[in-house]
Every structure is written in C-alpha cells, then in structure tokens.
C-alpha cells in the first residue's frame, strides 16, 4: 500500500500542476490577445483560465487519502471546485457573448435563423455537495459552446479546446465517484475507492485532457519568442519542484516506514520481558508446590483425590491455566483443569523427564483445542521427599490466550496474534462482527514461514494480514529444546502510518506550490529582460 500511496499522491500532485500549467498558458494566450485588443469577451476568458489554473493547483495539493469516505471531503477540496465553476462560469459567459462567425454560404437565398436565447446562472444549493457538482456542469457546457463555435462557425482551431474541454467534463464525472464510497455494496466500494480503478481513470482523463489543451496552445506561444523563453523557464521550475518534491516524499514515506518498523522491532523485543515474567510466575508457582508438605505427602502416598481436594481452588486463585502432577515414574496424578483425566504417562515430556532428573525448567508448549490450538507458557519443578529423594514433579502453566494478547494491545496500542506453528491461536483481531477472533487462520506467506519458523529468525515487512496491509514483525517462539514451535506477531495497520504522512506530504506541496507561484513572476522579468536585449 505504501507504493501505492506514494505513487498515486506524486502522480495526483504532478497531474495538478501540469493542467494548472497548461490551463495558465491558455490564459496567458488570450491575456496577451487582450493586451493587443482590450476587447471584454477576451478578459473574460484569460480571467476563467486563469481561475481554473489556479484551482487545479488547489486540486494538486488536495491529496486523496486512504482510510476516508471520500478524498474530496476537505477545505482543498472546496475552495477547488468553487474556484473551478467560477472559471467555467467566465468562460461560458465570454462565449455567449463573442457572436459566432458563420460560415459563408453560395446559395441565392439565405434564410436568417434567429433564436432567442436566455442563459441564467443561480445557486441551486448552498450545500458544498452541490457545488462539487457544478463543475460537471461547466466544463460539458464549455466543451458544448467551443464545439459550436469550431464546426457551426469559422474557428475550426478552436475544436482541440473543445476536446479538452470534454476530456475534463468526463474528469468532473468521474470525480463525483466519491459519493459512491458509502456503498455496502464491495464491488462498488472497491471500484470507487482512493487508488482504486476509477480514482485512476479520473486522473488519466485528466492528464489526457491537458495533454490535448497543451498540445493547441503549444502552437501559438512559441510564434512568440518571449513567450518561449518565459515558458521554458516556468517549465524547468516545474520539474525542479516537481522531481524535488518526489525525491522528498519518497524519503519521508521511506524514513516513517524504517522508523515504525524499528519501533516494532523495539516492541517485539520488549514482549521478552512479558514472557519472561509470565515464566517467572509459573517457575515461582510450581517451586512453592514442590515444597508444600501436604503436596509431598499425598504425591508419596499416589493420593489423586487428596490431591483434588488441594488444588481445588489453586488455579483460580493464583491465576494459572493448568496444574500438572506425576510421581517418580511420570505417571500422571492429577491434572487440576480435568481431574478426571488421570493415570496415563509423561515419562517422555521433556519437561517432565528433566524434572526427575533434578532439572527444573520451563518451555512453551501447544494443547491442541477445537477452534485452534492454545499456547502455553510451563515450567516444572522436582518434588523431594525428606530424604531429598525425587518422588514427582509439578508443572505450572499460564496460556497465551486472547486475554494475554489483548494486554499486549493494551500496553503498545498494536496488533499481537500469538501462533502455534503457522495456525494462529490468539489474536486481537476481530471479525466483521466485532466480537469473534480470527483464530484457526494459517499463515501461507512463505517469507514469514521460511524466516520465523524454518530459520528461527525475525522477520519484519510489510504484508498483508487478512487482506488488510500492515507492518508487522514475526518473532519466533521456542521450546525447551530450542525448537521452534509457533511464533508471536506485532503489528500496526498501514492506515495508522499513512495517516502520519499525508500531513507532511500535504505540508510539502503546499510549499512546492506556494514556491512556484512566487518563483513565476521572477522567470517573466528574467524573459523580457532577455528577449529586449534580442
């Protein structure tokens, strides 16, 4: 997504300014027309072109953000489409007021045609939907009258503006797909939505439309030398910013992904301390058991219902997800959160078998559930008689379930999904009802898979978790052995991210625009300086 963002923003931007471009030189055309001829159909006309340059700069620097309703919903956005039916409106009046040149006629008779139009503009709606859709209005009614004009009447020049001019009526158009981002309808919301496939439209037709007007008005500055000169160097000004302002945005996006990456990692690094802590608790629980003497004296004596009546309340008490005891062969006891389920042999679990050999330790472990399996967090401890001979172990255990993730978001703000292999067994991430998990869900991406739980190494990127764009680290979790059996995810939704950076992007052409339009007056003094010394 972030590609995405950052090409579709310096496109949108770059797009705005090279119609704002055209469209001023199109006003310049006709102001130096009416310099030449103070005639008032020809200020009007480089007044409305003049408007609609100066809205399409406004355009450029309205950047569509992703994660809105709609990308025309701002202030930018506004004082754009104002400016813009002002502009249509100057030029549809400076139309309807220039008298059409007829095409001369051989016949013997010739029939006078007069009609009696009457034209009149009022507000319909003072609402600012309404007056985003008035450009649609003016620029098909500007493309209508130049149509007219270039094959009713003599000025068959004038048909390239009349192109242009529809190619921005279909522009208008398709700028109004942002009413449709409400749609619950997916197909619609994904068409319409910012970067989608009508979004993209929209901004080639644009960028078609300036090519055709700037193609026209190409032809008639460079009979001019001064007007040569001084577009040449408005137009090196333009690439300057432009490639300036690219080169920028592409490093800010860069940086602020580096930095939230690091961030994460910085995250997942600190979640060392959680899991340490949670082994602490269950090494400390199982330690103070060992040593219980009532415990001793019922794991000698094999006394499972001496020991359920011990440990009737521990876990709920202490906060613990399972108690585990076996006696000196590794038969199992008692197991607190089933203590029905009793009898079979542990002799094998690694976990136990150190244990009765004197080593306590602890490990992470999988119990395979219905939905999903859950993760655990054990440690075991040896239980010695008087004599300080072996006779059992005890194991404690704390599950990293949902409750354990949902503390992790609590204290980062981020997204933790904890997996037992590549099935994801807890996680913060909620369904379309806002109440179920995403749990059971494998992850398929093969850089994960390969890095985390092939390699036993981190990873970190950007990915899609659930087909929504995020930045995310994977840390692999290990077992007693040193195997890696699942891993523990840390992720910020990309959304987050570019909310961040649409600010200082914006920021950014506001300033490359704000320092065009100041660096335009210095590049005309600078051509007519030059073109009197010719």
């Known amino acids: 997504m972030l590609n995405i963002q950052f090409f579709g923003q310096n496109l949108h931007f770059a797009i705005g300014v090279f119609v704002s471009l055209t469209l001023f030189a199109v006003a310049w055309l006709y102001f130096d027309a009416w310099t030449n001829k103070k005639a008032r159909n020809n200020a009007l006309r480089w007044i409305g072109f003049l408007l609609l340059s100066i809205s399409f700069l406004v355009y450029a620097v309205d950047i569509p953000w992703i994660g809105t309703s709609t990308s025309k919903d701002t202030s930018f956005g506004l004082l754009s489409s104002v400016v813009r039916v002002l502009g249509y409106l100057f030029i549809i009046i400076a139309e309807i007021m220039d008298p059409l040149q007829k095409v001369p006629t051989h016949d013997a008779v010739e029939l006078d045609k007069k009609q009696n139009k009457s034209q009149s503009f009022s507000v319909v709606s003072s609402t600012a939907s309404a007056i985003k859709v008035l450009p649609v209005l003016g620029a098909t009614l500007v493309s209508f009258l130049y149509f007219r004009r270039s094959t009713k009447g003599l000025e068959r020049h004038l048909k390239p503006l009349a192109l242009g001019f529809m190619g921005l009526a279909v522009f208008e158009i398709l700028a109004q797909a942002y009413l449709l981002r409400g749609s619950t309808n997916v197909v619609i919301n994904q068409a319409v939505a910012v970067y989608g496939p009508v979004w993209w439209a929209e901004n080639l037709v644009l960028l078609l439309s300036a090519v055709i007007l ?6 008639y500055l460079v009979k001019r030398f001064m007007s040569q000169l001084f577009m040449i160097f408005v137009t090196g000004i333009i690439v300057v910013f432009l490639v300036t302002t690219v080169t920028f945005t592409f490093l800010l996006l860069r940086n602020i992904q580096n ?8 995250t997942a690094n600190v979640l060392n301390y959680a899991f340490d802590s949670k082994r602490s608790e269950t090494v400390s629980s ?7 003497p009532e415990y001793i004296s019922a794991i000698i ?11 009737a309340n521990y876990l709920a008490t202490k906060k613990q997800s399972m108690l585990l005891i076996t006696n000196d062969s590794g038969q199992v006891l008692l197991r607190g959160e089933d203590t029905d389920r009793w009898g079979d042999s542990l002799s094998s679990d690694p976990l ?3 244990a009765l050999i004197g080593q306590p330790s602890s490990s992470i472990s999988t119990i395979s559930g219905v939905l999903a399996p859950t993760m655990f967090i054990e440690s075991t401890s040896p239980v010695r008689d008087s004599n300080n001979l072996i006779v059992g172990t005890i194991t404690t255990g704390v599950a990293m379930d949902d409750a354990f993730v949902d503390g992790i978001k609590n204290s980062t703000g981020l997204d933790a999904s904890i997996y037992s292999g590549n099935i994801r067994s807890a996680t913060t991430t909620l369904t379309a009802d806002g109440k179920s998990r995403w749990v059971g869900v494998k992850e398929h991406n093969k850089s994960v898979n390969d890095t985390v739980l092939k390699s036993g190494e981190t990873f970190s990127g950007q990915l899609d978790i659930l087909n929504i764009p995020y930045l995310a680290v994977y840390r692999p979790l290990k077992d007693v052995d040193n195997v890696v059996v699942g891993m523990i995810l840390v992720a910020q939704p990309q959304t987050y991210l570019l909310s961040t950076a649409n600010q200082s992007i914006q920021l950014t ?3 490359a625009t704000t320092l065009l339009l100041l660096s335009i007056f210095p590049a005309y003094l600078v051509s007519r300086y030059i073109g009197r010394q010719l």
């Open 352 to 354: 136990v078998r150190k």
């Open 509 to 511: 052409f506001i300033l």
């Open 301 to 311: 004596q094999k006394d499972h219902k001496k020991l359920v009546q011990l440990s």
């Open 259 to 266: 930095a939230t990456l690091s961030n994460l990692s910085t």
């Open 286 to 292: 199982s330690e103070a058991l060992s040593y219980n």
């Open 214 to 219: 700037g193609r026209w008005v190409w032809r």
